[in-house]
């Protein structure tokens, strides 16, 4: 798969459908998959923390959640044609496994929200096998329970949702102690999933305004999103020393 170096991200140049394709081919092969997909306030964390970078630059599949990182690929002569968010991609996958017998663990959210979206998901993709449902809050010592719950559950694909770098931190670190084959950290899919979170209508995904929506639902974010104009600034300035391979 060919890739766009994104201040020193690896971001897959994959659609969505792509995506999902790649996805499916993982559980042919027994060992973990992580799949994470940043968006630029995702990217510019790991610009300041190289140790993050590494860890997204270790998953199986890396795409680009945000139009952001989009146009940074544009900018650096390496266009990514469309934005594949973690909430889409993993709608394409449920679709695809319905009728299979892959099993999936629904990881994070407040208490509460992973049951809701284990039923709205069950009526949604009739035919879905969800074997096991966890809420994202916990100390670093039920980590180990979290783990063994996941393993005796016999998923063969979780999705991790406690938002960004949490999710992505936390699958490596278990990487290999995790034995289902496919890990997407999807952060707050599930609240979508659960109807506890709107997504932005289609007018604001089509126009790149994703961004501006969230900031009116979820005016607390304002000091992350102050990332976005640094990120593309960023990217002007520094995005060309980063080799492309
Ligand atoms: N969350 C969680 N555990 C935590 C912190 C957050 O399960 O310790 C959940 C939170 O309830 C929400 C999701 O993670 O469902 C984060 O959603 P957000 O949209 O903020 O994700 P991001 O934009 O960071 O990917």
Redesign the pocket.
Known sequence: MDKVNILGVNVDMVTIDEAADKILTFFDEDKLHSVFTPNSEIIMAAYRDRDFAEILNSSDLLTADGIGVVYASKMLGKPISERAAGYDIACKVLDKIKDTDHKLFLF???PG?SEIAKEKLEEKYKGIKIVGTR???FKEDEEAGIVDEINKSGADIVFV????P?QEKWIAKHKDELKPRVAMGI??S??VFAGTALRAPDFYCKHGLEWFYRLKKEPWRIGRMMDLPKFAVTVMLHGRKYKQN
């Open positions: 994070g959210g407040k929200v809420n994202g809050y949702c406690l938002g960004a949490k952060g707050g599930l609240d």
